[in-house]
Nanobody, 126 residues
Framework: QVQLVESGGGLVQAGGSLRLSCAVS????????MGWFRQIPGKEREFVAT????????DYAESVKGRFTISRDNAKNTVYLQMNSLKPEDTAVYFC???????????????????WGQGTQVTVSS
């Protein structure tokens, strides 16, 4: 069974930075895709960033391009989301997720991801 555990959330002032981590445990193939999503109460889960595990091909939502960086450390089975120049509108619960099939066409859709972490709160004050 695959498990994802996020850490690194917190409270930060606008313009500041945070780094989220997602530790992955369990059996998985090299063809998976990892993603970060975020959610505000009452709204649907929103795509933030994604990375393929083997080739580290990345993609971002337009709202975070140039500010956020997704990366992975194969040796540590960990995915990171470095968030810089944070804005109040980045406030949300952030989730990491794993897509067993590594879908390219569905990489922006939360429905493509099979496993989810518990989420970590990020709050950006103005």
């Amino acid at each position: 069974q695959v498990q994802l555990v996020e850490s690194g959330g917190g409270l930060v002032q606008a313009g500041g930075s945070l780094r989220l981590s997602c530790a992955v445990s369990g059996r998985m193939s090299s063809g998976i895709r990892m993603g970060w999503f975020r959610q505000i109460p009452g709204k649907e889960r929103e795509f933030v960033a994604t990375i393929t595990w083997s080739a580290a091909i990345v993609d971002y939502a337009e709202s975070v391009k140039g500010r956020f960086t997704i990366s992975r450390d194969n040796a540590k089975n960990t995915v990171y989301l470095q968030m810089n120049s944070l804005k109040p509108e980045d406030t949300a619960v952030y989730f990491c997720a794993l897509d067993r099939e590594g879908s390219f066409s569905r990489r922006y859709s939360s429905a493509a991801y099979d496993y989810w972490g518990q989420g970590t709160q990020v709050t950006v004050s103005s």
